[in-house]
Each structure stands twice: as structure tokens, then as C-alpha cells.
């Protein structure tokens, strides 16, 4: 099946400080890419939809100038966490779809494998 | 607006018993519905899905689930379990009428006893 890779899986960064994660698609091209914030013991909340060549759409209630984000290719969305606070200490997963699918809702999203981000 | 409820967030089961997670949604309109697996630090892994067509779908590792629109259920079972099957266990639903976004239910934890 087609693979995405999250990178890093697990950050620990300092108060204040940037952290960028990446997600890839390894083996399609994916038009779109959602990305979810996981809380310990609790569901996925997506948080935006990010399309590539264009700006994102976040959710209700999600900072879009907190939760960077950018699809510059077809393969790669980047979410960057700006000026981490221990309140944004949560498991982060992307999801992508392949493209050409886009209008389909019964099409498989493919997950990366998520990315810890620990704020100290 | 679509919605989806999980009966239980946690579920203990012995080797060799049968494994049911129940899954409601709500829906205006015809849903896709999806069962998703994760293990501990780990993305999620798509067990089976429904679309359209038959209303009993059989996934991965012997799970299958069924479709009843009557009970806006979507069921997941697996007739014996296995150890490897402790995991977390997502139900999710898609519209295209909602940008083919899921939604996911608060989870299901299955725990196996040997």
C-alpha cells in the first residue's frame, strides 16, 4: 500500500521555540493532506486541510498563524508549530490522499506514523 | 453535519473470543464509513471500508463489519481474538459534501487476555 512518513516521530523542544514537521508522501502524490492533533486517550481532531499550491483550511478554533502550515509539492506538507508552549505538547498525525481522488470521500487516506512533540 | 459514536472506550476480551466494537454515525446523507487501527506512537492503519454495494465488508486480519442503515450502525467484529489485536480502534465517517473529511469517534481501547 502507499506509504507517508512523518518526520521527526518524536520532538522535545523548548518554550518559544519553532518546530517544523514534515509529512511525505513516499510513493503517490497527494493533493491533499490533512493534518490531526491527538490528545492522550482521546480521538483524532483534524485541525486543517492543507491543498497543494494553495493556502490551508483550518478548522474552527485552530490558530492558523499558531499551526503553520505549507504544501509546496505534491509529496510533502510541512506543519510548523510556532512559539511552542507546553499546552501544544500532543501527538500530531498527517494523513494523505492520493491525487486525482480528491472528489471521492470513499477513498483511502493514508497515515503517517505521527510525530511527538513534547514542549518543556 | 456528520457525527460518529463509539460504545465503549475500552473493551476487554479473551484469546479466542469474539471481538465487537460498536460504531453509530450521523448523517444527513449516505455515509462512507471506515474502521481504522493504532497501535501505541503509531498513525493509523485502515482495516476495511464501506462505500457502496454489499453491506458486509471484510477487512484485514480477519475483521469485518456490516452496514445497516435501518440502526446507522457499522459494527466492527472479528470472530476470534488474538493477542496482536490490542490496539486502539477508530470508527470514522466521510462525506463528500463535507470536503470528503473524517470525522472520527472518541475510540474504542481493546485489551486481550491470554
Known amino acids: 500500500g502507499a506509504v507517508v512518513s512523518q518526520h521527526p516521530s518524536w520532538v522535545i523542544c523548548k518554550s518559544g521555540t519553532s518546530v517544523k514537521i514534515e509529512c511525505r508522501s513516499l510513493?503517490?502524490?497527494?493533493?491533499?493532506m490533512f493534518w490531526y492533533r491527538q490528545f492522550p486517550k482521546q480521538s483524532l481532531m483534524l485541525m486543517a486541510t492543507?491543498?497543494?499550491?494553495?493556502?490551508?483550511?483550518?478548522e474552527q478554533g485552530v490558530e492558523k498563524d499558531k499551526f503553520l502550515i505549507n504544501h509546496a509539492s505534491l509529496t510533502l506538507s510541512t506543519l510548523t508549530v510556532t512559539s511552542a508552549h507546553p499546552e501544544d505538547s500532543s501527538f500530531y498525525i498527517c494523513?494523505?490522499?492520493?491525487?486525482?481522488?480528491?472528489?471521492?470521500?470513499?477513498?483511502?487516506?493514508?497515515f503517517g506514523q505521527g510525530t511527538r512533540l513534547t514542549v518543556v | 453535519a456528520q457525527s460518529v459514536t463509539q460504545l465503549g472506550s475500552h473493551v476487554s476480551v479473551s484469546e479466542g473470543a469474539l471481538v465487537l466494537l460498536r460504531c453509530n454515525y450521523s448523517?444527513?446523507?449516505?455515509?462512507?464509513l471506515f474502521w481504522y487501527v493504532q497501535y501505541p506512537n503509531q498513525g493509523l492503519q485502515l482495516l476495511l471500508k464501506?462505500?457502496?454495494?454489499?453491506?458486509l465488508v471484510k477487512g484485514i486480519n480477519g475483521f469485518e463489519a456490516e452496514f445497516k442503515k435501518s440502526e446507522t450502525s457499522f459494527h466492527l467484529t472479528k470472530p476470534s481474538a488474538h493477542m496482536s489485536d490490542a490496539a486502539e480502534y477508530f470508527c470514522?465517517?466521510?462525506?463528500?459534501?463535507?470536503?470528503?473529511?473524517?470525522?472520527f469517534g472518541g475510540g474504542t481501547r481493546v485489551l486481550v487476555k491470554p
Open positions: 464501506y462505500t457502496t454495494g454489499a453491506t
Open positions: 448523517s444527513s446523507v449516505p455515509p462512507y
Open positions: 510513493d503517490f502524490q497527494a493533493t491533499t
Open positions: 492543507s491543498n497543494e499550491g494553495s493556502k490551508a483550511t483550518y
Open positions: 494523513s494523505a490522499r492520493p491525487a486525482g481522488q480528491g472528489a471521492k470521500g470513499n477513498t483511502e487516506a493514508f
Open positions: 470514522a465517517v466521510s462525506l463528500a459534501l463535507a470536503g470528503n473529511k473524517l470525522t
